[in-house]
């Protein structure tokens, strides 16, 4: 039976040979590697580069042609022997909108790691682009593994609809072939033959291409006449980022870097931008759609509980406008009832048919994602909600939408310095919180009135913007 079990052994063995042969040879070679893989769902029609080199060879800088999208940030082409170098990818939070990379949570996480331990140098380099969707951060994160980084932190959520951009029809696979699927990619032979299967069977001709630079509808006059609600689109939009975020991961932890998640915040206090009636609603339904709007509106001031059974009359004849939940949620808040009014508030964020606050389904992607992958992850959500009066991100924490106040920033800070000791990155020293408390107070102080008052501005510009009135007209 030894025997018997030795040759039956061996032939297996003999068998797969050629296969090991194969995929040692093309670890050699150099191909088949799984950050090699390109986007299956768009394609770009150029990509240039994040980072390049300044006259004199000495620091990589953000060039000019970029900064319509990212604000200036450089580092040292040469890289020093006590030096923790971390990128932070992402969109407009991980930028700070709206004031500036100075007072984002990189730059917080910075002033915190350098105070809490000075045995070596921390340096963050921002690498956040305004209106970046998660497709479009891949190529960047692949630029930035050549730049010898120590830590990659990786937060955006918000923006993956955008950008207007159609998909070939997508088959969902069963979960237990998607496991299958991410355990065998890690092999070259793999990849290798995947890519060269989908370069003959499904050429780039049948993805849709975008241009090198962010096109948001939002960016053009009518952009936001544009929207209107399509649940496929949503449906493809989401299995996209999910794609985009299996691969971003797939992609550090090939080149053997850490990653850390954020879980980007939404402030529920902000109505949504855009609220359309369901496709198949009569005109009398409509007409006493409105009627019971305007009745509760009437009764806000004198007679909240009067207000709430209107506004549900009006759910019972149209569950997916978005706004008549976001006004239920107003009434339950005042009536001291947090529960419910977060769960109206949410289904108000999630039936907007212009979602500029990341949805649900693509927040529990990344809880879900982090897990299988056991990639650390942080949920700003979820910190920034512990510290809220009410329980859930609101005002106190974000100045829009999305956008964190600077104490909030402080926050994701702060929690991303945690993460980093759990993972032994950082060893804090034990006066570390007054440092920081030095570090965070002197920083402040060096911003002036200007910077305060560009960050005002902005605010009113991202507003309007946000809300469809961009004056700029597309070229037909």
Not at 441 to 464: M, W
Request: neutral net charge; glycine residues 6%.
């Amino acid at each position: 039976m030894g025997k018997r079990f030795l040759f039956r052994l061996a032939a297996v063995v003999l068998g797969l040979l050629p296969l090991i042969a194969c995929e040692l040879t093309l670890r050699g070679l150099g191909l088949g590697k799984p950050t090699d893989s390109n986007d299956p769902f768009v394609g770009f029609s150029d990509i240039h580069p994040l980072f390049v080199l300044n006259k004199i060879g000495s620091r990589y800088e953000i060039p000019k042609s970029r900064q319509v999208h990212f604000q200036p940030d450089s580092f040292a082409a040469q890289k020093s022997a006590n030096e923790f170098r971390i990128f932070v990818l992402g969109g407009s939070t991980v930028q700070g909108r709206p004031w500036s990379i100075e007072s984002s949570f990189t730059t917080w996480l910075e002033l915190h790691l350098n105070a809490a331990d000075s045995t070596r140098r921390y340096e963050v380099i921002n690498c956040g682009g305004v209106s970046y969707a998660t497709y479009r951060l891949a190529p960047i994160l692949q630029e930035v593994l050549k730049y010898q980084p120590d830590l990659v932190v990786f937060c955006e959520g918000h923006n993956e609809f955008l950008e207007d951009r159609s998909y070939a029809p997508i088959k969902a696979q069963p979960a237990a072939v998607s496991f299958s699927i991410r355990q065998v990619s890690r092999l070259h032979i793999y990849n290798f033959l995947r890519n060269n299967v989908l370069r003959v069977s499904t050429p780039e001709t049948a993805k849709a291409v975008l241009g090198p630079e962010v096109d948001a509808r939002l960016d053009w006059k009518g952009g936001m006449a544009e929207y209107h609600r399509d649940l496929e689109w949503q449906r493809d939009v989401i299995t996209h980022f999910e794609s985009s975020l299996q691969r971003i991961v797939q992609i550090a932890n090939d080149a053997e870097v850490p990653l850390i998640l954020v879980s980007p915040v939404s402030n529920l206090q902000y109505a949504p931008f855009k609220s359309e009636h369901r496709s198949n609603m009569t005109a009398a339904e409509g007409k006493e759609f409105d009627a019971l709007m305007k009745q509760a509106s009437e009764l806000y001031s004198s007679d909240l509980n009067r207000a709430s059974e209107l506004l549900k009359r009006a759910i019972a004849i149209d569950d997916q406008f978005a706004q008549v939940h976001f006004e239920l949620g107003n009434c339950f808040l005042e009536q001291g009832l947090i529960r419910e009014a977060r769960e109206e508030w949410i289904k108000a964020k999630d039936s907007d048919i212009c979602p500029l606050r990341m949805l649900e389904p693509m927040k529990q992607i990344i809880h879900e994602v982090a897990k299988a992958t056991r990639t650390p992850m942080i949920d700003a959500d979820a910190i920034i909600a512990a510290k809220s009066r009410n329980g859930f991100p609101d005002r106190q924490w974000l100045v829009d939408p999305v956008h964190p106040s600077m104490s909030g920033h402080q926050l994701i800070a702060d929690a991303l310095a945690e993460k980093m000791e759990e993972m032994k990155l950082v060893h804090r020293q034990p006066d570390w919180r007054e440092a920081r408390e030095t570090a965070y107070r002197e920083h402040l102080a060096s911003l002036d009135h200007v910077y305060f008052q560009r960050g005002k501005d902005r605010l009113r510009s991202e507003q309007g913007w946000a809300h469809g009135l961009a004056p700029a007209v597309r070229k037909k």
